[in-house]
Nanobody, 124 residues
Framework: QVQLVESGGGLVQAGGSLRLSCAVSGLPFSTYTMGWFRQAPGKEREFVAAITWSLGITVYADSVKGRFTISRDNAKNAAYLQMGSLKPEDTAVYYC?????????????????WGQGTQVTVSS
């Protein structure tokens, strides 16, 4: 049974930082590309960042580039999203996702497994 469990969300003031974690089980983690997506109230889910299993190549949405950092620890079967300089517009439910192909895709349908999400709220 595949499980992706996010943690680390919460309430933070604008300009602050948070680190999200995604614990993965039930799949060969080291061969899966990992992605982070988010969905704000009333909006569609959108791509945030991804990291490949091979070479650790990273891709970011323009809206978070320079502020967020995605990483992974294959020994711990975990992915992370370090978020800094947070803005109120970063408020959303953040989801991690796993993709069993090479390439850091930005496309939601390209991901095979999803977590339940963790809420991030940035106050102004």
């Amino acid at each position: 049974q595949v499980q992706l469990v996010e943690s680390g969300g919460g309430l933070v003031q604008a300009g602050g930082s948070l680190r999200l974690s995604c614990a993965v089980s039930g799949l060969p983690f080291s061969t899966y590309t990992m992605g982070w997506f988010r969905q704000a109230p009333g909006k569609e889910r959108e791509f945030v960042a991804a990291i490949t299993w091979s070479l650790g190549i990273t891709v970011y949405a323009d809206s978070v580039k320079g502020r967020f950092t995605i990483s992974r620890d294959n020994a711990k079967n975990a992915a992370y999203l370090q978020m800094g300089s947070l803005k109120p517009e970063d408020t959303a439910v953040y989801y991690c996702a796993a993709r069993n192909k090479m390439g850091a895709s930005r496309s939601i349908p390209e991901y095979n497994y999803w977590g339940q999400g963790t809420q991030v709220t940035v106050s102004s």
